[in-house]
Every structure is written in C-alpha cells, then in structure tokens.
C-alpha cells in the first residue's frame, strides 16, 4: 500500500532511483537553452543578409521573430508530446 503511494506520488518505485516520469524536469531542461540558440542563430543569419543586402536592421529584425518562432513552435512541439506520452502511461 505504501508502495502504490509512493509511485502515484513521485512516479518511480521506492528504493529506484531515477526519475521514470515522462514530464520530468530533466527531460525539458534544455528547452530554454534551444529557444536561445535558435532566437541567435536567425539573428545572426538576418544580420549577414543585411550586410549583405544593405537592409539594415529589416533583415535582423526579422531574424530574431523568425528565430522565437521556431524555437517557441518546438517548445510547443516537445511539451505536448510529452503529455500524450503521460497520458498514454496513465491510461495503462
């Protein structure tokens, strides 16, 4: 009985070390890391075009919302797979 409790609780067995939850916070740490890399790689792509185009900062501009988009779209992306994941799991 303790048993279930703590599994229900916590989502792993006791004396198991390890997360098993599929939404645990290990799995998403990175995300905040991927919005940042992908907002400063389309910021640096729009910035080279710029210079290259002389469309200074429309370019650049642009970039840095196509960049939050991408990386907002794949936040998004992982975070509601990772719930049909749990949801699939809980149904079991």
């Known amino acids: 009985m303790a048993d279930q409790k703590w599994q229900q609780r916590y989502g792993r067995r006791a004396g198991k070390p390890g997360l098993s939850a599929p939404g645990s916070a290990a799995s ?3 995300l ?3 919005l940042a890399i992908s907002i400063l790689i389309f910021l640096y792509v729009g910035q080279w075009l710029d210079k290259k185009l ?3 900062p429309f370019l650049l501009i642009v970039g ?3 960049g939050a988009t ?3 779209y794949n936040m998004y992306h992982m975070l509601t797979a990772a719930q049909r ?3 699939k799991e809980r149904e079991k």
Do not use: L, M, S, Y
Request: aromatic fraction near 12%; charge should be negative.
């Open 64 to 66: 840095v919302f196509v």
């Open 54 to 56: 002389g469309t200074d």
């Open 85 to 87: 994941k749990e949801q």
């Open 32 to 34: 905040g890391i991927q």
């Open 70 to 72: 991408v990386g907002i």
């Open 28 to 30: 998403f740490a990175g």
